[in-house]
């Protein structure tokens, strides 16, 4: 299982971004997968999370989503703060099994 993550990059505070997760294997039948961050000097926490029965979820500026007919995941925030510069992660659990992708660098500053 591979899940390559892309969509980061250098956005204004205020801005939003779009980032997805493109899987190797159809994510019709993950039960769940997520997006965690990792801050630098802080440990990887999770964002949002969706199951399988999901099409999205909403928390605050966050927002998940699925497409299982592209198999990607999405993550889309809103209202960027500095403090959302972090490493974003893709993760799936599969068959008792965590799978990781490489991480997206989302940097937030003016």
């Known amino acids: 299982v591979q899940l390559v993550e892309s969509g980061g990059g250098l956005v204004q505070p205020g801005g939003s971004l779009r980032l997805s997760c493109a899987a190797s294997?159809?994510?019709?039948?993950?039960?769940?997968m997520g997006w965690y961050r990792q801050a630098p000097g802080k440990e990887r926490e999770l964002v949002l999370a969706?199951?399988?029965g999901g099409s999205s979820t909403v928390k605050g500026r966050f927002t998940i989503s699925r497409d299982n007919a592209k198999n990607t995941l999405y993550l889309k925030i809103d209202s960027l703060k500095p403090e959302d510069t972090a490493v974003y992660y893709c993760?799936?659990?599969?068959?008792?099994?965590?799978?990781w992708g490489q991480g997206t660098q989302v940097t937030v500053s003016s």
């Open positions: 993760n799936a659990y599969i068959d008792f099994r965590t799978y």
């Open positions: 294997i159809m994510i019709r039948s993950i039960n769940t």
């Open positions: 969706i199951t399988s």
